[in-house]
């Protein structure tokens, strides 16, 4: 019943940037951690970023700096701000929730992804 339904991806070329959207359904969406992963080809799925319910907020070193998560809760969605985009970034990216505030592999709920594609 739960659904959490990614938008926003695209190509773009290095150094532009995206907005990814996640709306999640059919949960208390305010109580809950939201994780964005992504996984490129021929790669393990890694975490991108997180943001707990009081918006404290985690970042990959590889993104620090340049992607930007935060939710609105009056929207029920969580945002991944992208900037400059690295050809690195290409990725299938998903959102994630969790009652508990871990961002792992084993959150409970999931998006079916959004594609991003960083190239020249």
């Known amino acids: 019943q739960v659904q959490l339904v990614e938008s926003g991806g695209g190509s773009v070329r290095p150094g532009e940037s995206l907005k990814l959207s996640c709306v999640v359904s059919?949960?208390?969406?305010?109580?809950?951690?939201i994780a964005w992963f992504r996984q490129a080809l021929g790669k393990r799925r890694e975490l991108v970023s997180c943001?707990?319910?009081?918006?404290?907020?985690h970042y990959e070193d590889s993104v620090k700096g340049r992607f930007t998560i935060s939710r609105d809760n009056t929207k029920n969605t969580v945002y991944l701000q992208m900037n400059n985009l690295e050809p690195i970034d290409t990725a299938v990216y998903y959102c994630?929730?969790?009652?508990?505030?871990?961002?792992?592999?084993?959150?409970?709920?999931w998006g079916k992804g959004t594609l991003v594609t960083v190239a020249s």
């Open positions: 994630a929730a969790d009652l508990a505030p871990l961002c792992t592999d084993a959150m409970n709920y």
């Open positions: 059919r949960l208390p969406f305010v109580h809950y951690t």
């Open positions: 943001i707990d319910p009081d918006k404290v907020t």
